[in-house]
């Protein structure tokens, strides 16, 4: 029997309460596909930041390197200025884990109610490739004459040719995998960022020749925004920088039914990763079991199928998929006629059948 060593960190606000859930599903996929986890919990974020003024220690971070994957469920606490938890725990992991890639599906589930009026299921089924280690997220910057009315305030991309180059590789990759419109597109912003997507576009052609079975394609930003709404079936893989991805994954979290239903992986191909709802923490909903764990529950679908267990992964997206077309009102939270609990159940429920 296969057995895995997950790292759980439920987190701030609601991410406790759809992590509980989370795992209720994984073990019984688990236990379905005769694969065995051992979940250790940390009790990294916001609590323990203001009790102990740690937010995650270099040793801690060796930890968690040690595990087989990372299950995540929020960061953001209202009594931490933001930034702190954020850049000390989400990002450090992130970058110091060397995961890479943000990987982010956007699928309309059936059921869900979709904003973009006439589409459906067939329409909205897209991955954007976040690139993760790089960008305006690198920190670096600077104010000249701070507080003065001559005040700059500088804040610098970082795009680097190997950081870049592995993402598109990434994004070829799994365009050719996925098999489904065998198109990639380029999201960046040639026309005014003329050093950064100088270098994007570059590399995104010169990659491309080794993959001619995929035809490539190439959208300034706020263009990819009109056609995520407009014709989002245009869209197969879309492969972009750490912020713009960070914006345009937002929207597609939005047109396959909100922030409840939307999950990501942070992934370092060669190391560990990690799992999350790409929702925030939900302070006014936390405690309530009105939460919608489904985001949660689909990172740990994503985390399987990245563990090399495809059948439980497989198992848990179908499970989600028949409890949106039968069961849920709606993804929002408190509107779902069923609690957070019996959500989770729910998707027992459909797992084993
Ligand atoms: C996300 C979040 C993070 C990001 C924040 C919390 C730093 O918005 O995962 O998309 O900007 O990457
Ligand atoms: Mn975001």
Excluded at 204 to 228: L, N, R
Excluded at 260 to 268: E, K, L, S, V
């Amino acid at each position: 029997m296969k057995r895995y060593k997950i790292a759980v960190i439920p987190g701030d606000g609601t991410g406790p309460e759809v992590i509980r859930e989370g795992l209720k599903v994984l073990n019984a996929a688990c236990d379905f596909e005769k694969i065995s986890c051992d979940y250790e919990m940390f009790d990294y974020g916001g609590e323990r930041y203001l009790k102990t003024g740690v937010v995650l220690t270099d040793e801690e971070l060796n930890g968690l390197g040690k595990f087989d994957a990372i299950y995540l469920g929020a960061v953001g606490h209202p009594g931490v200025k933001p930034g702190i938890l954020e850049k000390g725990l989400l990002l450090k992991m992130r970058f110091d884990l060397g995961q890479y890639i943000n990987l982010r599906p956007v699928k309309l589930y059936p059921g869900v109610d979709c904003p973009l009026k006439g589409k459906g299921p067939a329409d909205i089924d897209f991955v954007v490739v976040r690139e993760n280690n790089e960008g305006f997220y690198c920190g670096e910057g600077c104010f000249e004459n701070k507080g003065t009315k001559d005040e700059v305030a500088i804040q610098i991309s970082r795009n680097t040719r190997k950081g870049v180059e592995r993402c598109i590789r990434y994004a070829f990759e799994l365009t050719r995998k996925r098999n489904k419109r065998k198109k990639l597109t380029l999201c960046g912003k040639t026309n005014v960022l003329t050093y950064a997507f100088d270098l994007w576009e570059r590399t995104f052609y010169e990659v491309a020749k080794e993959y001619p079975d995929i035809t490539t394609d190439y959208a300034h930003v706020d263009a990819t925004c009109m056609w995520m709404v407009k014709n989002p079936d245009w869209f197969d893989v879309i492969v972009t920088d750490n912020m713009f991805g960070d914006i345009i994954t937002d929207l597609g979290a939005m047109i396959q039914g909100g922030m409840g239903i939307a999950a990501g992986g942070n992934i370092n191909p060669k190391g560990v990763s990690m799992f999350e709802p790409i929702g925030g923490s939900a302070p006014k909903y936390t405690g309530k079991n009105v939460i919608n764990p489904l985001a949660a529950i689909s990172a740990g679908g994503m985390m399987m199928e990245f563990l090399g267990e495809e059948k439980a992964g497989d198992r848990i997206e179908k499970a989600v998929m028949s409890v949106t077309a039968n069961r849920l009102k709606s993804l929002a939270a408190g509107k779902m006629g069923y609690s957070t609990s019996e959500v989770g159940d729910l998707v027992v429920e459909a797992l084993k059948k």
